[in-house]
């Protein structure tokens, strides 16, 4: 489908206004020099290694692939299918460099282009392709660069810069070696499986054995000719991946951390906090018992530092559990109000924050991401471990997020007037250069805290709106746990208003189950997510109809992709009285079948929950479709299998059911290369028809 629209154009360019901005921004120990990825320009997408010297403001392109690796360099056909994975799950598509790893003072840095490992040396811009045994995935350098380990074909080896090798780490037994399992890197927040021992003697590596789970199928219908692609999926209810830790030494030793896998399955991060110690954080299935482990790599035992408990689920807290340098273990402290930090089991005085995520540590405090107030903005705050009153550091409306090393702060602050990335020296301060597209619209989305259970909200329209002109809804929704739709950030609100200006009041809010309002409002989903989503979506509906007279609720459209696809399709299948026409993306229509981390910890296992589970399953409503539904699903998905889509579609056609079904050969979840904006054409074109 050609993209005929303007703005769609422009956003399918510049992948989604993000190309040519930094990105993959880190520090050196003493926060004296920078390294980041950002491409040339808003049209570019292969990004390049730059480093930015922040005692002088050089900065300098160190590392550029289209010269290193001529050709198809990320283009997703010519990654190795680990890598493809992981871009996957980490939500990637830039081309070019990725990812890259670095030494702590940032003179080497390492990555892989196509599966080729390239080492480059920041101060000269010297990059060197180092021989390996296969397609090179992961590579990370030693601390002082001579080495580099990486994963080919599942195995772990070892690299030396100077007399190109490959040692092969790992045994060869029929496990994956070095690489986080499914679970670990979609829904755990841990994208990596090896880490360098400080000394460079040995390498922390994880072994996953996959082998008990059920295959699940990718093919590919517009090359018949091609094998379906084998993929080991964790079904909710089934096997986990075995997940163990080994050191396995350069001198050929090697030691299994122990720790009981049964009760704690899942491995959420791990560390060296020095050559003979290794602090990793464990998890058991249901996710409501987190334990901070302290491991003896020489003889693999290990002791618990600190338990974390919840009779819901642990929710993840980035940054904690942890262990200060003073020795004090810091924790999640949540209450039904407000998530807090505790050391030592000792609460902090974080009054009227919600702590979002722990970045760091800065002037001898703890650097936090937060809320306050309405849930709208992100603010950084630094938080005294001593007791004293928390500083806020960001300033005005946005999300802002920090990074810290040294006495050095980047500050990013995205708000109404774009994104600006500032970095806070002793000295002064830098400016990140952006070459990103200027954003085409300044939207001022209206924000509310709507119905008795205060539900965040939005309502926006098209600019140079007439009051007193009855317009269409358009529900712009996601829903589900883990993302927060309604934000003072503007790349979000782009989208919403191109739909905007297509006819649509657009509104989109965030009900109970979604995260940084409160803990007590994240858990209202627990045991079953349809009834809540459904609840407040249409309570929101109705209050913002009695506050904004020109939305026509007689006229209600509902689009979403992934949970946010689900909860489209729910709403014309058990409201139809509310919703009038759906367009449904990438649905997981039946939870049984989607993972088991993310599943089980807000359903619990469906053996526990068949009510919940069976609640929750939109196949059998089939029957009841009165309304237009459009299904969209891309046949290489790997998060929400489109077999997902395909059941509901079957049970539409055994039922007599009309609907629409947009099958996408090649896509993926991430719905890259300008595909979103296409389907958005689509969208458009069936709401358009199908509310009059």
């Known amino acids: ?57 050089e900065e300098r392109e160190v590392a550029d692939p289209t010269a290193l690796a001529p050709g ?30 670095a030494t702590p003072d940032l003179a080497v840095a390492v990555f892989a282009l196509d599966g080729r490992l390239f080492r480059t040396e920041t101060a000269t811009g010297r990059s060197t392709e180092i021989p390996t045994a296969g397609p090179a995935f992961d590579p990370r350098p030693n601390p002082t660069g001579e080495l580099i380990a990486y994963v080919a074909d599942d195995a772990l080896y070892v690299a030396s810069a100077d007399v190109p090798g490959r ?44 082998s008990t789970l059920p295959p699940r199928h990718f093919a590919d219908p517009a090359h018949p000719e091609e094998a379906p692609e084998r993929f080991a999926y964790p079904q909710a209810g089934g096997p986990n991946a075995d997940v163990r830790l080994w050191v396995l030494g350069l001198d050929g030793t090697r030691v299994e951390l122990d720790w009981d896998t049964v009760a704690f399955p899942y491995l959420c991060a791990a560390e060296w906090a020095g050559d003979g110690e290794v602090l990793l954080t464990v998890a058991d299935r249901l996710q409501q018992n987190v334990l901070l482990l302290s491991a003896d790599p020489a003889t693999g035992s290990t002791t618990e530092l600190s338990r974390t408990t919840d009779a819901f689920w642990v929710d993840d807290l980035p940054g904690t559990p942890a262990r200060l340098d003073d020795g004090r273990r810091l924790t999640v402290l949540d209450t039904p109000e407000a998530r807090g930090l505790a050391l030592d089991g000792k609460p902090l005085d974080t009054t009227g924050l919600q702590i979002r995520r722990v970045v760091g540590r800065l002037r001898g405090k703890l650097l936090c991401e937060t809320g306050e107030g309405d849930p709208f903005d992100q603010h950084v705050h630094l938080v005294d471990p001593d007791g004293g009153t928390p500083e806020r550091l960001s300033e005005g409306p946005g999300v802002h997020s920090a990074l810290a090393a040294g006495d050095t702060l980047l500050l990013t602050s995205a708000g109404p007037d774009g994104v600006r990335r500032e970095v806070l020296t002793p000295q002064g301060v830098t400016t990140l250069t952006d070459r990103s597209a200027t954003l085409p619209f300044r939207v001022r989305p209206q924000l509310a805290r709507v119905t008795e259970r205060a539900l965040p909200s939005a309502v926006v329209y098209p600019r140079g709106h007439v009051p007193g002109r009855m317009l269409p809804v358009l529900l712009d929704v996601y829903g589900g746990p883990g993302y927060q739709a309604v934000a003072n950030e503007p790349r979000r609100w782009q989208l919403k208003q191109w739909w905007a200006d297509q006819g649509f009041a657009v509104v989109t809010v965030d009900n109970g189950g979604t995260p940084f309002v409160s803990p007590a409002f994240s858990r209202t989903i627990f045991r079953r997510f349809s009834q809540v989503a459904l609840d407040d979506q249409v309570d929101a509906l109705l209050a913002l109809g009695a506050t904004h007279p020109d939305l026509d609720l007689g006229r209600v459209g509902v689009r979403g992709w992934s949970y946010g696809g689900y909860f489209a399709a729910l709403a014309v299948l058990r409201r139809p009285d509310v919703f009038h026409a759906a367009c449904a993306g990438a649905p997981p229509t039946d939870f049984r079948l989607y993972d088991t981390a993310y599943t089980e910890r807000y359903l619990d296992l469906p053996q526990q929950n068949p009510g919940g589970y069976a609640a929750d399953c939109l196949v059998d409503d089939a029957p009841s479709l009165i309304r237009p539904l459009m299904l969209i699903h891309g046949l290489a998905d790997d998060n929400v299998h489109p077999s997902h889509t395909l059941l509901l579609s079957q049970a539409l056609t055994r039922a007599g059911r009309p609907h629409s079904l947009l ?11 300008g595909v979103n904006e296409q389907l958005a054409q689509a969208e458009l074109a069936f709401l358009r028809a199908s509310l009059g």
Do not use: C, K
């Not at 992948?15 to 320009?41: E, I, M, Y």
């Not at 680990?82 to 990812?99: D, N």
């Not at 090896?194 to 460079?200: L, N, Q, S």
């Not at 099958?663 to 290369?673: D, E, S």
């Open 1 to 57: 489908m050609t993209i005929t629209d303007s703005y769609l154009s422009l956003s399918a360019r510049t992948g989604r206004f993000s190309f040519g901005a930094p990105r993959a921004v880190s520090l050196n120990q003493d926060g004296t020099r920078l390294l980041l990825l950002r491409s040339s320009g808003p049209e570019d997408a292969f990004d390049r290694l730059h480093l930015l010297d922040l005692t002088t403001g």
């Open 72 to 101: 198809r360099t990320g283009a997703a056909g010519a990654l190795p299918t680990v890598e493809r994975r992981l871009r996957e799950r980490s939500r990637l598509t830039a081309a070019g460099i990725g990812t890259y790893a």
């Open 167 to 210: 040692q092969r780490l790992s045994p060869d037994d029929g496990a994956r070696w070095g690489v986080a399992e499914f679970a670990a890197a979609e829904e755990l927040g841990r994208h990596r499986g090896h880490w360098w021992r400080p000394d460079g003697g040995a390498v922390l590596a994880a072994r996953v054995d996959e």
């Open 663 to 673: 099958a996408l050969p090649g896509v993926t979840h991430m719905t890259p290369g």
